[in-house]
C-alpha cells in the first residue's frame, strides 16, 4: 500500500479535484448547475455505474488515466460517501466481488461491520424485553465497527494499480468544493429530522439554521469529512482505525452526544478502541451456481445475497420461463424466492459463529426438494417453514425460523469494469437512511447502524447479537460469467429486497428476453416469506399482477425498490453497455470510456 505526505497528497488533490470540479463537481459557486445524468451507456473500454453523476464521473476518469476496476470502483465509492451519505460511507461496510481478468477468477473482500467484543444476546434488550427497532436503532448500541476503510485499502492492494490517497482525491475536492442538494438528498434528510436534530454534530452538518433540510439547489459542503479522508490518505487505515478518529468513534458510540433538548433517548454502545484496531476485512470464497450455461457467484456468508439467490434460481432452472407467459413466469420467480427466503431465515449468519450449511443451500437437489413444493397457486400458508439442507451438506444440524421482521434499508451499488476485463460489482451501506443517526463530531461521517441486522428480539437464533460477530446482510453483488468470461454484473440497495431484485433482474434479463436497462427499469415485487407480497405501484396496477392475484397473490404497494447498477459486455470483453435506475433515487449514472457515438 502506498503512503504519502500531506505535502504530495495536497498536489495529488489539487489535480484531481480539479479533474472533478470539470466533470461538474457541482459547483465552486452557487449558480453551477449540475448535468443532467444519463442512466444508460453503451462503448468501449472500461465503464461504471452509479446511483450519482460525479461518482461515476470519477470512475470514469480514473478509468481513462489508467485506472483499473477496482481502482474505479474505490474511487466511486469515496465519492458516495461525499454525495450519498445517508447511504454508505466510511462509518459503514460493504462487500465487494471482483473479477481479476488475469486469473481468470472471482474473489469477495467482506467489509461487513462487527459488533464490538462487549456485545451480548441480550444487548438490545431491556426489562425481560426487546427494544423496538428505533429505540436500538438511533443509539450507540446499534454501531458496528466499520469495515468500509479497511476494505478500501484490501481491494486496492490485492487488485488496484493507485494508492488510497489517490482514490480518495476527488472526494476530497467535491467534499470541500461542495455539491448541489437534489430532491432525493432534501427527502432523505426530512425522514430523519426528528432525530437529527437531537444530536448537535448532526443537526449542524445536515439541516439548515431553522432546522429543516437544506434546500434543494443549494450547495452542500463537507470540509470535515474533506478533511477525515485527508487524514486516512495520509496515514492509511490506520488513521482511521487507530489513533484519534478511532479514539472519536468509539466516544461518539459509548457517550452519544445529543443535545439538552433531545426528545429522544439515545442508548451508549459498548465499543472500545481495541474493537477498531483489531478489524480485518477478509477475503472469503464467493458462492457458486449455475444456471442454464451461465456461472454465477455471488457473496458468501454472513451475507445471504448469493445462497438465497442461488438456490431461487436453482428452483427456477428447471422450468421454461422462456416460454411461459410474464404472469406464469413471475408466480414461479415469486414462489421460488417465498422457499428460499424461508431457508436464509433460518440457516444464515456470520459462518465463524454457526455453522452455515451452505453447501446444502446451494445444492440442485436441495431446491428440488423445494420445487416439488411449489404449486399453480401461491402457497398456503402463505409464510412457509424452511426445508432441511442439511442431508445435502453431508452433516447434519438445525436452524431456526426467524422471526424478526427484516427492517427496510438504503444502500448503494456500484458496477464497474476496464478495458483488461476486470470486473468489480460492489455494493455498500450504513444500513438504514440516515443510519445510527450519529455523525462523530467534526469528522462529516454518520457512524452505521448494522447491528439491527442481527436477530436482535431472539437470544438462540444463529443470527443472534454476539461480540466479534457480523450480522446477517442481504447484499447481493453478482457477476456472472459465461462461457467462463464476464457477461453481466449487477447489484441493488434496498435492505433485504436487494435480493428479490436481483433475482428479478436476472430472470427477466436471463429467461424473460428484457435487455438490462429494460430489466432495470421494470416495476417490481418483492416476496420474502411474507403474507403478502411488497410491490412498488406501478406493478400493483398491471396486468401480471391481476393474474396473480388469482393465482392466489396478495400485493402490499410499498414504496420504490432497490436502485440498480449493471455493466453487460456486448461482444468481446472490450465493448460493454452500462446501466442504472433512470428513476428511481432520482436516477442514476451510466458511462463508459470511450461512447460508441464518439
Not at 82 to 102: D, H, L, Q
Amino acid at each position: 500500500m502506498h503512503a504519502i505526505g500531506l505535502r504530495a497528497l495536497n498536489a495529488v488533490v489539487a489535480v484531481l479535484a480539479a479533474s472533478a470540479a470539470m466533470a461538474g463537481a457541482a459547483a465552486a459557486d452557487d449558480d453551477a448547475a449540475p448535468a443532467a445524468a444519463t442512466p444508460t451507456a453503451a462503448g468501449t473500454g472500461g465503464a461504471a455505474a452509479t446511483v450519482d453523476r460525479l461518482a461515476t464521473q470519477a470512475a470514469i476518469d480514473t478509468l481513462r488515466r489508467g485506472g483499473n476496476a477496482t481502482d474505479a470502483a474505490v474511487t466511486a465509492a469515496a465519492v458516495l460517501g461525499v454525495t450519498e451519505p445517508f447511504s454508505c460511507g466510511i462509518g459503514g461496510g460493504g462487500f465487494m466481488v471482483s473479477y481479476n481478468a488475469r486469473e481468470r477468477e472471482v474473489t469477495t473482500i467482506d467489509q461487513r461491520e462487527r459488533a464490538p467484543g462487549d456485545m451480548r444476546p441480550d444487548s438490545f434488550w431491556e426489562n425481560g424485553a426487546p427494544l423496538a427497532f428505533n429505540d436500538a436503532r438511533y443509539s450507540g448500541l446499534s454501531v458496528g465497527v466499520p469495515g468500509t476503510v479497511r476494505g478500501w485499502a484490501e481491494a486496492l492492494e490485492h487488485d488496484g494499480t493507485i494508492s488510497l490517497a489517490q482514490a480518495l482525491a476527488p472526494a476530497i475536492g467535491i467534499a470541500s468544493k461542495g455539491f448541489v442538494v437534489d430532491a432525493t438528498f432534501a427527502a432523505q434528510t426530512q425522514e430523519n429530522v426528528d432525530y437529527f436534530d437531537d444530536a448537535p454534530a448532526t443537526a449542524a452538518l445536515f439541516l439548515g439554521p431553522d432546522g429543516t433540510p437544506r434546500d434543494v439547489g443549494t450547495v452542500f459542503r463537507n470540509p470535515d469529512l474533506a478533511r477525515t479522508y485527508a487524514r486516512i490518505a495520509s496515514r492509511g487505515p490506520s488513521g482511521f482505525y487507530r489513533g484519534r478518529i478511532a479514539d472519536e468513534i468509539v466516544q461518539t458510540v459509548r457517550n452519544p452526544p445529543v443535545g439538552s433538548t433531545a426528545n429522544h433517548r439515545w442508548r451508549a454502545g459498548v465499543m472500545r478502541a481495541q474493537d477498531l484496531s483489531e478489524y480485518t476485512a477478509p477475503e472469503r470464497a464467493p458462492t457458486h451456481s449455475t444456471y442454464r450455461d451461465l456461472d454465477v457467484y455471488g457473496m458468501g456468508p454472513p451475507s445471504s445475497g448469493g445462497s438465497t439467490i442461488a438456490e431461487a434460481l436453482n428452483v427456477l432452472e428447471a422450468y421454461d420461463l422462456a416460454g411461459m407467459t410474464r404472469a406464469d413466469a413471475l408466480h414461479r420467480e415469486l414462489e421460488a424466492s417465498r422457499f428460499a427466503f424461508a431457508d436464509r431465515g433460518a440457516f444464515l449468519a456470520d459462518p465463524d459463529f454457526f455453522d452455515v450449511p451452505l453447501a446444502g443451500l446451494l445444492s440442485k437437489d436441495f431446491a428440488a426438494t423445494r420445487r416439488a413444493l411449489i404449486t399453480d397457486r401461491a402457497a398456503t400458508p402463505a409464510v412457509v417453514a424452511p426445508g432441511d439442507p442439511y442431508p445435502f451438506d453431508a452433516g447434519a444440524g438445525a436452524g431456526q425460523a426467524s422471526v424478526t421482521a427484516t427492517q427496510p434499508g438504503t444502500t448503494t451499488h456500484i458496477t464497474t469494469s476496464d478495458r483488461a476485463g476486470n470486473v468489480v460489482s460492489y455494493t455498500f451501506t450504513l444500513e438504514s437512511t440516515g443510519a445510527s443517526g450519529l455523525v462523530v463530531p467534526g469528522r462529516g461521517f454518520l457512524l452505521n447502524n448494522e447491528l439491527t441486522d442481527f436477530n436482535f428480539t431472539s437470544t438462540t437464533h444463529p443470527n443472534r447479537v454476539e461480540g466479534g460477530k457480523r450480522p446477517r446482510s442481504s447484499i447481493s453483488p453478482e457477476i456472472v460469467l459465461r462461457d467462463g468470461r464476464p457477461w453481466l454484473a449487477l447489484g441493488s440497495p434496498g435492505g433485504s429486497t436487494i435480493i428479490t431484485t436481483v433475482l428479478q433482474l436476472l430472470v427477466d434479463r436471463i429467461d424473460l428476453g428484457a435487455s438490462l436497462p429494460e430489466a432495470i427499469a421494470a416495476p417490481r415485487a418483492s416476496q420474502r416469506n411474507t403474507a403478502t407480497t411488497t410491490a412498488e405501484s406501478a406493478f400493483v396496477s398491471s396486468p401480471e399482477a391481476a393474474a396473480l392475484a388469482a393465482r392466489g397473490h396478495s400485493f402490499t404497494s410499498g414504496p420504490e425498490i432497490g436502485a440498480a447498477t449493471g455493466i453487460e459486455f456486448t461482444g468481446g470483453r472490450d465493448r460493454v453497455l452500462a446501466a442504472a435506475e433512470p428513476v428511481r433515487r432520482g436516477g442514476g449514472s451510466a458511462m463508459v470510456e470511450r461512447p460508441a457515438d464518439d
